[in-house]
């Protein structure tokens, strides 16, 4: 079965305190995995879209990185406002133009 | 600017009774979506039309039913509301995701469901 999980589910840092968020998946075929930054009671928001094992893409303080078994978003000097839920998703082979996501990492940057 | 729109924004039902939630896109994507997310939970696909072209997911309750009247334009109609459809509910667009590139999912701001 395909599977997304995302760790730690909850993660606090102080400003500044560099970190890295996992999204693991186990699926019959990748064609794409997206991360999403959702604040509470909005919508989620496009980061990122990594394709091949080896790909890597940056926004500001955000770091997305991809291999074969997982993705990384690296989040290096956080501010606050970098609060948020983060959600991976990946689209799978013979699934169409559905996401299956992960339940999210809570990320909360204290002062 | 290009966007993706719910209305409304907040929608209390009670128990049984018909609610409609609208959403709208500025995009001219060829593929929406109708996600249900509740608290601390992923977004769980309900249904999506690529184009006029239906797609129910499986586990996706009678109880909630879809119309794409034109390519800017969908709803999602909860015939029945229970207490257990208490949600947000959220409505993405792309193009065909397939297709590669920058084709990722946009998402509107979702509608906040009570139901009493």
């Known amino acids: 079965e395909d599977q997304v999980t995302q760790s730690p589910e909850a993660l606090r840092l102080q400003e500044g305190e560099s970190s890295s968020l996992n999204c693991s998946y186990t699926?019959?075929?990748?064609?794409?995995l997206f991360w999403y930054r959702q604040d509470p009671g909005k919508g989620p928001e496009f980061l990122f879209t990594?394709?091949?094992a080896g790909e890597e893409k940056e926004k500001e303080r955000l770091k997305a990185t991809l291999t074969k078994k997982e993705s990384f978003l690296h989040i290096t000097a956080p501010k606050p406002e970098d609060s948020a839920t983060y959600l991976c998703a990946v689209l799978i082979t013979g699934g169409g133009n559905k996401l299956t996501f992960g339940t999210g990492t809570q990320l909360k940057v204290e002062l | 600017d290009a966007m993706v729109i719910q209305n409304p924004r907040y929608q209390v039902t009670q128990f049984g009774k018909p609610v409609t939630l609208s959403c709208s896109q500025t995009l001219n994507h060829n593929v929406m979506y109708w996600y249900q997310q509740k608290s601390s939970q992923a977004p769980k696909l309900l249904f999506h039309?690529?184009?006029?072209?239906?797609?129910n997911e499986a586990d996706t309750p009678d109880n909630f039913q879809s119309r794409r009247p034109n390519t800017s334009f969908c709803f999602l109609d909860i015939r029945s509301p229970g207490l257990g459809d208490a949600a947000m509910y959220l409505c993405?667009?792309?193009?065909?995701?397939?297709?590669?590139?920058?084709?990722?999912?946009?998402f509107g701001p979702g509608t906040r469901l009570t139901v009493l």
């Open positions: 699926v019959s075929g990748l064609r794409g």
């Open positions: 990594l394709y091949s």
């Open positions: 993405a667009t792309s193009r065909d995701l397939l297709a590669g590139g920058h084709n990722e999912q946009f």
């Open positions: 039309y690529y184009d006029k072209d239906f797609n």
